[in-house]
């Protein structure tokens, strides 16, 4: 189960979990984006299971997982990549720009892990990999929000990996710099460069780079991996 998974990191994961004979429940939370992605993937010649909600909904999230389970078996797999941002300095930061990035960033993490690890504890068997950020790791500046939210999800990650370790469950963090998604793409070139001369490796990531990433964290090969954070951004931030 993927969350954010019409996004551009999200669909590079889930096109990279289904060349690897996964069956992908896309968890989206807009009809109107969803729709149209479902139909480009399937031109594309992928077939993922598109379900709808909110990941800031704890109840919604309970009964996505029940449907999926019901339709298509266990899921054994969690990707937590579902993430906005809402960037301002501290001092112009509202109570409502805080929350919705808490919430969906971090708060929908516990939503989803919450309603998944029972079953999988039932199971003794999971991977769970949580989406962070460079940002998290390094903080930056108009991102109190976002970096304190991602810095929370792998605090989750290491938390909850010590309490699932030895029932057969992962759960990891990776923490991708800058990645040439639309969003990123989009900025004028000029920016982009700039960013790009703070990257050693000199260049971008590729969505399918960090969708590698997931394929190896979800794997059994991948067992002896829990609690860990995988930093891909070009060498931007080394700690
Ligand atoms: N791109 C980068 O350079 C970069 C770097 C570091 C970390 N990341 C992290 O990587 C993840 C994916 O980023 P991306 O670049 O692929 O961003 P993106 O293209 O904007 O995708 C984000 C996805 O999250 C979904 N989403 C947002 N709020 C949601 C909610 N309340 N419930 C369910 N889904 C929700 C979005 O759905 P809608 O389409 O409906 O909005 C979208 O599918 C994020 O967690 C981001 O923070 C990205």
Known sequence: MVTGANGGIGTAICRALAKEGYQVAALCRCPSRAEPWLEQEKAQGYNP??????????????????????ELG???LVVNNAGI???KTLKRMQEDDWLEVIQT???????LCRAVVPLMLERQYGRIVNISSINGEKGQMGQTNYAAAKAGLHGLTMSLAQ???????TVNTISPGYIATDMVMAVPEEIRQSIINQIPVGRLGEPSEIARIVTFLA???AGFITGSNLSANGGQHMH
């Open 49 to 70: 299971h598109l379900v709808i909600a909110d990941i800031k909904d704890q109840d919604g999230i309970f009964s996505a997982v029940s449907v999926v389970e019901a």
């Open 74 to 76: 266990a899921i054994n």
């Open 85 to 87: 941002t809402r960037d």
């Open 105 to 111: 960033n971090l708060t929908g993490a516990y939503h």
């Open 163 to 169: 309490e699932v370790a030895s029932k057969g469950i």
């Open 219 to 221: 794997s059994p090969d």
